[in-house]
């Protein structure tokens, strides 16, 4: 008996579902691509269940005969390529005919359809690929397709299918990169029966952001216009200044086609490298319009990913294209050499030797402060950028949890009862101990003790209502992820309501957060890791500290009164762990009196 067999075309199109039809928000894709190829100029998508028990895309385009209604629910069955030429130079988002079949084979799928000057249409029902009922009907010109079910005869698929509001999420972001990728189409999306979005057609893809991202994002923004070697550049860009946790507000587009591509995003991460710190991403919008014979959009089935044939000649224009921009929208600085002002430590020792004198560089940003912007205290040891007034010994500063542990120098004792010899550049608290010099990272150990006020609380913490409710616009995936933790973030001690859309109203902070922006807050809780962010779990809470403590802790470069600096000593030496802050690293250090000693060639 012959062990090769033809497989049945059901069973064709179920393995093909599994390629294109990821999840409801797959389906969406593919529908919205067919209604914008029939040259709608209005697309409503409804949803129920976030898709898993309905999708359903109408359009008012141009229809289809009876005949080629049939015809498209069979195996790569298309009208937009004729030969493999067409494939070379696709000019449609959707090509290949696998869309509808594979579709009907795993849903409860419906079709109707009719062409403007016909009286009627054909409405065409298809049970797990089995056409159950083709009937002539009365209908609007354009398209209906309803999915119902989705996975209903394949449990080992629906399983893996996530919550309504995740699947949800994934459709309303599709759909938000589809509207901004065609301005001139006037796109809705429902979801169990209410209105999520609504986008009349606009004249460009400026108004269409300001729909879809907000006004205020829009208001950042600068146009970008390039052309070189047959590759054109168009869209927008913010200001450096509006910042991102992740690269979800970075659209990229490839002639109209959303798309995810590393090295072209990694492209345009470049032309900001000088501009965002590490792990912060620009808002932008990027269209790059180029020869379809020069980009191939079939290296994936469900034609999320695109390649440039020759990417040498394409990435370098797009670079060229935002760096250009970007210094030309960049506020320009006057610098005038007689306004330098010496750097001033804000500790000086009672005397100075003509060598530390000299290793006193001019320095002309912040001068009453030891380190520049956005950099780190620890980069910045030396003067001015200098080596440190004592070379080669990093081994004289011993962390907690070494091989030569603290209770061998140092006895019991508290912080606050050690004499305060002052501060080190505004960022480091010096106190003398028996076992020796004790430097203290103020922004490490405020982190400490904010962490510990707020992971200590056994009930709700005091709440600092906001004058003003604080809006802020988020992403779908990002709305979805934070609707999850509303629960666990009241009990934190926010109160944080939805309020339309993708956006939240933010009521009030935890006391302690007084002062920090509710949107930088929420956005950096959104994006730490997923498995400390889980509802219920103590990870959240413990994540929201952390998050918290950072963004409220006393900042390196911040001058303290003696008052000050008591009480933050006061206040570490009621917490539980005075040794790290609570991203793990050492708060205080000890220049040990012998090791001092040896710097001193007295041993």
């Not at 298309?78 to 005919?97: E, M, P």
């Not at 979800?248 to 072209?264: E, H, I």
């Not at 339309?500 to 809780?525: K, N, Q």
């Not at 040794?579 to 009196?593: D, K, S």
Request: some cysteine.
């Amino acid at each position: 008996m012959s062990k090769v067999a033809i497989l049945p075309d059901i069973l064709c199109n179920q393995i093909a579902a599994g390629e294109v039809v990821e999840r409801p928000a797959a389906v969406a894709k593919e529908l919205i691509e067919n209604s914008i190829d029939a040259g709608s100029s209005r697309i409503t998508v409804s949803l129920l269940q976030g898709g898993r028990k309905e999708v359903s895309v109408t359009d008012n385009g141009c229809g289809m005969h009876p005949e080629d209604a049939l015809l498209a629910i069979e195996r790569h069955a298309t009208s937009k390529i004729r030969s493999s030429d067409d494939l070379q130079a696709i000019r449609t988002l959707g090509f290949r005919g696998e869309a509808l079949p594979s579709i009907a084979s795993v849903s409860r799928f419906e079709l109707v359809t009719r062409e403007h000057q016909a009286l009627s249409g054909i409405q065409i029902r298809i049970d797990g690929g089995v056409i159950r009922d083709v009937r002539e009907r009365g209908c609007a010109p354009g398209t209906q397709v309803i999915v119902r079910d989705l996975f209903h005869n394949i449990p080992a698929r629906r399983k893996f299918m996530r919550t309504p509001e995740t699947e949800l999420s994934y459709i309303t972001d599709q759909f938000l990169r589809t509207a901004l990728a065609h301005p001139g189409i006037h796109l809705q999306l429902i979801s169990e029966e209410k209105q999520v979005y609504d986008f009349p057609k606009t004249s460009g893809f400026i108004q269409r952001a300001g729909q879809a991202l907000g006004i205020e994002i829009v208001r950042s923004f600068t146009t970008v216009e390039f052309e070189k070697n047959g590759v054109r550049v168009s869209g927008c860009v913010a200001s450096p200044n509006v910042q991102r946790t992740n690269s979800q507000s970075l659209f990229l587009f490839v002639n109209a086609r959303p798309v995810w591509d590393r090295l072209l995003q990694r492209t345009v991460l470049t032309a900001y490298e000088a501009l965002l710190p590490r792990g912060k991403y620009p808002v932008a919008l990027i269209f790059i319009d180029i020869s379809p014979s020069a980009v191939d959009v079939n290296v994936h089935p469900a034609k999320r990913e695109i390649r440039f044939k020759n990417p040498g000649e394409v990435l370098p224009v797009v670079r060229e294209a935002l760096m250009g921009t970007l210094a030309s929208a960049r506020p320009k600085t006057v610098f005038s050499p007689t306004r330098a002002v010496p750097f001033a430590p804000a500790f000086r020792a009672p005397f100075q030797t003509p060598v530390m004198a000299e290793r006193q560089a001019p320095f002309n940003s912040r001068p009453q402060t030891g380190f520049p912007e956005n950099e780190e205290p620890a980069q910045n040891a030396g003067i001015s950028g200098q080596d440190p007034v004592v070379p080669n010994s990093p081994e004289t500063l011993e962390p907690p949890g070494s091989d030569d542990p603290q209770e061998e120098i140092l006895p019991d004792f508290s912080f606050a009862s050690l004499p305060i010899i002052g501060q080190l550049a505004n960022s480091y608290i010096l106190l003398e101990s028996p076992g020796g010099l004790i430097i203290i990272d103020q922004h490490a150990a405020h982190e400490r003790v904010l962490f510990n006020e707020l992971c200590s609380k056994s009930t709700r913490p005091a709440a600092q209502r906001l004058a003003i409710p604080a809006v802020v616009h988020l992403m779908p995936k990002e709305a979805a992820q934070l609707k999850r933790m509303l629960r666990d973030l009241d009990q934190a001690g926010f109160e944080i309501e939805p309020f339309g859309g993708s956006s939240f109203a933010v009521h009030a902070l935890p006391a302690v957060l007084r002062g920090i922006s509710p949107e930088e807050i929420l956005r950096d809780l959104i994006s730490a890791p997923a498995d400390t962010t889980r509802p219920g779990d103590l990870g959240l809470i413990k994540s929201l500290a952390k998050l918290a403590a950072c963004h409220g802790a006393l900042k390196a470069g911040q001058k303290l009164k003696g008052e000050e600096i008591l009480a933050l000593l006061e206040a570490l030496d009621r917490t539980d762990s005075p040794f790290t802050c609570p991203h793990g690293r050492p708060l205080w250090v000890i220049l040990a009196h012998d090791r001092i000693l040896r710097l001193f060639k007295r041993t």
